[in-house]
């Protein structure tokens, strides 16, 4: 079993910065693509950032010159690190990694999410 484990939301006003972090855990062989997505109040989940294994980085216009997203192989963790944040970022982060299991297999997981709040 894979568990992704976020942490770093939370509160900040306008203008400022969060660094989110997720690490992947538990029994398989690698993380292939990461990434992080976002859901805001009565809207639908949406892309924000992803990252391949070899550092290809794809974002959404919305947060381009804003936000980086980085990973450490070594310890299969993805980082976004939120810069200029806007009202507009408020949402759920959520975490995602496309994982190759010891079966062969590859399988998608996702973690539990974490709320960043951006005040105006």
């Known amino acids: 079993q894979v568990q992704l484990v976020e942490s770093g939301g939370g509160l900040v006003q306008a203008g400022g910065s969060l660094r989110l972090s997720c690490a992947a855990s538990g029994s398989f062989f690698r993380t292939n693509v990461m990434g992080w997505y976002r859901q805001a109040p009565g809207k639908k989940r949406e892309l924000v950032a992803t990252i391949t294994r070899g550092g290809v980085t794809n974002y959404a216009d919305s947060v381009k010159g804003r936000f980086t997203t980085s990973r450490d192989n070594n310890k299969s963790t993805v980082y976004l690190q939120m810069n200029s944040l806007k009202p507009e970022d408020t949402a759920v982060y959520y975490c995602?990694?496309?994982?190759?299991?010891?079966?062969?297999?590859?399988?998608?997981?996702w973690g539990q999410g974490t709320q960043v709040t951006v005040s105006s």
């Open positions: 995602n990694a496309d994982v190759t299991l010891y079966s062969g297999g590859i399988s998608d997981y």
